[in-house]
């Protein structure tokens, strides 16, 4: 079993509890995973530096980053097939792909 560290604090293994968060290389965004407690943190500076940029800052999108985690765990898997974890983590991103998107709908229209 291999461990994926957090390339962030260094401390934690991310193999299967990874987080998508972003990072600016040359003024364009480069998705990198960190650990669940580095994850604020690490969207927190993403954000400060796009606005000392100037560029424009918007969350991740929940399927995006759905999607990046499948490919993050997806590579895991090959790495290591028999890590029971990184299959339950695939699973439960796989799972939450499926969900679509809910209707948001007013009181008002009721």
Do not use: W
């Amino acid at each position: 079993m291999r461990l994926t560290r957090c390339p962030r604090c260094l401390a934690e293994d991310i193999s299967a509890d990874a987080h998508p968060s972003r990072r600016l290389v040359d003024a364009t965004p480069v998705t990198f995973f960190v650990c669940r407690d580095c994850y604020r943190a690490a969207e927190l500076e993403f954000q400060i530096s796009c606005e000392s940029s100037n560029i424009g800052y918007a969350r991740l999108p929940i399927r995006e980053s759905l999607r990046l985690l499948r490919g993050f765990y997806q590579d895991r898997l090959r790495e290591s097939p028999d890590d029971g974890r990184v299959t339950e983590a695939l699973q439960e991103v796989e799972r939450r792909l499926l969900i679509g998107p809910v209707e948001r709908t007013s009181k008002l229209d009721a």
